[in-house]
């Protein structure tokens, strides 16, 4: 089996779990979740699929155990829209990505200091405002 076809099924199976969890999943564990990508063995028997969840990490574990209690429901959505000899198992992991690239930009934000786009807008502004403050020359020119 090509890479390609690897590939294929991953995005069909983010794609079947994506809006099962959106429109027919009724668990109220699982709010805000947001499937991420997925990612299959070669011999497509098993799917990682990772999952991001807005919230505290409390809620984040409660939406996680609710959607390893749903992977049957899920694995037969999946097994109706693939065609494969094997129904991949389905398991969820957490996806922190988004989580540390806000903890990036937030370190990123702390150690830039805020100092260096003040000078270049006051300086700015300075040669900007003699202009508009000198209305003969505005008059002049015309």
């Given at each position: 089996?090509?890479?390609?076809?690897?590939?294929?099924?991953a995005?069909?199976?983010?794609e079947?779990?994506?809006?099962?969890?959106?429109?027919?999943?009724?668990?109220?564990?699982?709010?805000?979740?947001?499937?991420?990508?997925?990612?299959?063995?070669?011999?497509?028997?098993?799917?990682?699929?990772h999952?991001?969840?807005?919230?505290?990490?409390?809620?984040?574990?409660?939406?996680?155990?609710?959607?390893?209690?749903?992977?049957?429901?899920?694995?037969?959505?999946?097994?109706?829209?693939?065609e494969?000899?094997?129904?991949?198992?389905?398991?969820?992991?957490?996806?922190?990505?988004?989580?540390?690239?806000?903890?990036?930009?937030?370190?990123?934000?702390?150690?830039?200091?805020?100092?260096?786009d003040?000078?270049?807008?006051?300086?700015?502004?300075?040669?900007?405002?003699?202009?508009?403050?000198?209305?003969?020359?505005?008059?002049?020119?015309?």
């Amino acid at each position: 089996m090509s890479s390609r076809r690897v590939l294929k099924v991953a995005e069909a199976i983010r794609e079947v779990v994506a809006m099962a969890i959106l429109t027919e999943l009724q668990d109220p564990r699982i709010r805000d979740v947001t499937v991420t990508y997925v990612e299959v063995s070669p011999d497509l028997r098993y799917a990682k699929v990772h999952v991001s969840v807005m919230g505290s990490e409390a809620k984040q574990n409660l939406s996680l155990r609710g959607l390893q209690n749903a992977a049957g429901f899920l694995q037969q959505k999946v097994a109706r829209r693939i065609e494969t000899r094997y129904t991949p198992r389905l398991t969820f992991l957490l996806d922190k990505g988004v989580k540390h690239s806000i903890e990036v930009s937030r370190l990123l934000s702390e150690l830039l200091p805020p100092e260096t786009d003040h000078p270049d807008s006051t300086s700015r502004g300075s040669e900007e405002s003699p202009e508009l403050r000198d209305p003969r020359q505005v008059q002049g020119h015309e």
